[in-house]
């Protein structure tokens, strides 16, 4: 199956500062990545939609200007938590679909674990 | 909008037995269904899919899962578990129209005991 890398695994950071988490599509090309959140013992929570070339599309509660999304290239799309706080810290998983309506599968990355000290 | 429920929690088995992890979906149009797995501190791992044909899906491991339209289900199923087997398994749905995300369910956590 197709491979999505993201990087890095597990992060700590101080409070205030800001974090860059990459999604990668090694061996397929990605016009639409998306961006989950994951809370110990819950399921997954769409936080936005990433289309390439575009903004993102963000869902009903996720702060645009706290988690910055760009998506420059078919293959690659970033998250960027700007000013992180201890609430921010969570476990952050990326997916994407490989271009073409027939191409129905996401594929997700390992996640990224963040703590906010 | 979609939705996708797994009422257990968690499901217990004895290696060597069969096991079904159970889920139901609610969406607008034609469903796309999924099944996911995922252990301890890693991405989501595809397991099986159903867009369109038949009702019975085989999937990676030895699962399959039946979709069932008019009870809106889409078990997932496995002839005989395994302890390697344990993990938490996610079941994804989304419409057939547009780019929508997939949406999960809250995730089942299965346990097989040697």
């Known amino acids: 199956g197709a491979v999505v890398s993201q990087h890095p695994s597990w992060v700590i950071c101080k409070s205030g500062t800001s974090v860059k988490i990459e999604c990668r599509s090694l061996?397929?090309?990605?016009?639409?990545m998306f961006w989950y959140r994951q809370f110990p013992k819950q399921s997954l929570m769409l936080m936005a939609t990433?289309?390439?070339?575009?903004?993102?599309?963000?869902e009903q509660g996720v702060e645009k200007d706290k988690f910055l999304i760009n998506h420059a290239s078919l293959t690659l799309s970033t998250l960027t938590v700007t000013s992180a706080h201890p609430e921010d810290s969570s476990f952050y998983i990326c997916?994407?679909?490989?271009?073409?309506?027939?191409?129905?599968?996401?594929?997700f990355g390992a996640g990224t674990r963040l703590s906010v000290l | 909008a979609q939705s996708v429920a797994q009422p257990e929690d968690q499901v217990n088995v004895a290696e060597g037995n069969p096991l079904t992890v159970k889920c139901t979906y609610s969406?607008?149009?034609?469903?796309?269904l999924f099944w996911y797995v995922q252990y301890p501190n890693r991405g989501l791992q595809f397991l099986l899919k159903?867009?369109?044909?038949?009702?019975l899906v085989k999937g990676s491991y030895g699962f399959e899962a039946e979709f069932n339209k008019s009870q809106t289900s889409f078990h997932l199923k496995k002839p005989s578990a395994l302890v390697s087997d344990s993990a938490l398994y996610f079941c994804?749905?989304?419409?057939?129209?547009?780019?929508?995300?997939?949406?999960f369910g809250s995730g089942t956590r299965l346990q097989v005991q040697p």
């Open positions: 997916s994407a679909r490989e271009q073409g309506v027939a191409k129905n599968i996401q594929y």
């Open positions: 061996d397929f090309q990605a016009t639409t």
């Open positions: 990433s289309n390439e070339g575009s903004k993102a599309t963000y």
């Open positions: 969406v607008s149009g034609n469903p796309y």
């Open positions: 159903y867009i369109t044909g038949d009702n």
């Open positions: 994804a749905v989304r419409e057939d129209t547009g780019r929508r995300a997939l949406t």
